[in-house]
Nanobody, 124 residues
Framework: VQLQASGGGLVQAGGSLRLSCAAS????????VGWFRQTPGKEREFVVA????????YYADSVNGRFTISRDNAKNTVYLQMNSLRPEDTAVYYC??????????????????WGQGTLVTVSS
């Protein structure tokens, strides 16, 4: 599968962005789609994930209540709506797919396919 992440950009604190992750080569069916983010010198950080079948979602505490993940079955695309953005949300955001169990859904090693990343910059 190939993942294409898009939607990043520059936004002021308090603003919103919507990221997209589109798959080609196969569908997301049966997989979990996760969003991670990374800043220079830091490990890749879990943000949110959704199980394509069933729609169970998992959020990092730092984004819970501000970010919302959703999916469009027809377009084979996952969206990450990011509201009330903060400067500390600045990072390269990556989408990924895998088949983690519940206890490992937040671990980046549980995901085998990764998109190229999209940069989100939040200015103060």
């Amino acid at each position: 599968v190939q993942l294409q992440a898009s939607g990043g950009g520059l936004v002021q604190a308090g603003g919103s962005l919507r990221l997209s992750c589109a798959a080609s080569g196969r569908t997301f069916s049966g997989y979990t789609v996760g969003w991670f983010r990374q800043t220079p010198g830091k490990e890749r950080e879990f943000v949110v994930a959704i199980r394509w079948s069933g729609g169970n979602t998992y959020y990092a505490d730092s984004v819970n209540g501000r970010f919302t993940i959703s999916r469009d079955n027809a377009k084979n695309t996952v969206y990450l709506q990011m509201n009330s953005l903060r400067p500390e949300d600045t990072a390269v955001y990556y989408c990924a797919t895998g088949r983690p169990i519940a206890s490992t859904v937040r671990a980046h090693v549980s995901y085998s396919s990764w998109g190229q990343g999209t940069l989100v910059t939040v200015s103060s």
